[in-house]
């Protein structure tokens, strides 16, 4: 099931870039994507991460099939949705959605890792999930660091301080909405990722149990 999930996403990941070059080299009137380059690099990361699963059992480490999944569609909605058809530009809420999925899968992939050491999780299940909420608003600061740093050097957009139809640049307090619009989402996702994993903590564990990262016994 997995190996046939992998094989499948690279194929589309490989289709995505050809279309891309094509679309770009050719140029046709499709017009549909960013850039050939910049769906190369997103889609070549995304090849790697397929590889994930067999990286981690080299170490002794398994990863659940539901955390895999939901780290995969997290980035295969950030290449399909905002590289491949320019939604982010078109649809204001599928970046807010995007950000809100990532403060909430980092949560719980920090969650994962420190579980993995921890010794009687479960007993200090608070600290642990308030140092992942940390971790998750921490890594989304970063990014919007590099947003700015990267709008700086470029003078591009990924602030979204300037009109994407009229590029006209915004003055004031609304020149700094999607900024915080995003830091505040990914806020958002970390504390309901962490709310939920505390839930299940509660009773039977299950959502844990199936976004986990575990030991692989050997004996």
Do not use: C
């Not at 309901?192 to 050997?218: F, P, T």
């Amino acid at each position: 099931m997995l190996k046939k999930f992998n094989y499948t996403t690279r194929t589309l990941l490989v289709l995505l870039i050809t279309f891309a070059f094509y679309d770009h080299f050719s140029k046709s009137n499709y017009d549909i994507t960013v850039g050939p380059y910049s769906v190369l690099i997103n889609a070549s990361f995304i090849i790697i991460i397929t590889f994930l699963p067999a990286i981690l059992e080299k170490i002794n480490i398994k990863i659940s099939n539901g955390l895999y999944y939901f780290i995969i569609s997290s980035f295969m909605t950030g290449l399909i949705g905002g590289v491949v058809f320019k939604l982010y530009r078109k649809l204001k809420y599928v970046d807010t959605l995007v950000h809100f999925a990532n403060g909430a899968l980092i949560t719980i992939i920090a969650f994962s890792l420190i579980k993995l050491e921890v010794q009687n999780w479960s007993k200090h299940i608070v600290v642990i999930l308030v140092v992942s909420v940390m971790f998750s608003i921490t890594i989304g600061t970063i990014w919007e660091i590099y947003e700015f740093v990267a709008d700086l050097l470029t003078d591009g957009n990924m602030q979204r301080y300037r009109d994407v139809v009229t590029e006209i640049d915004f003055v004031g307090q609304k020149a700094l909405v999607d900024t915080m619009r995003d830091i505040i989402v990914d806020t958002l996702g970390a504390i309901l990722a962490s709310s939920v994993l505390y839930l299940s903590n509660l009773k039977s564990k299950r959502i844990i149990n199936s976004l986990s990262l575990e030991y692989i016994d050997n004996k």
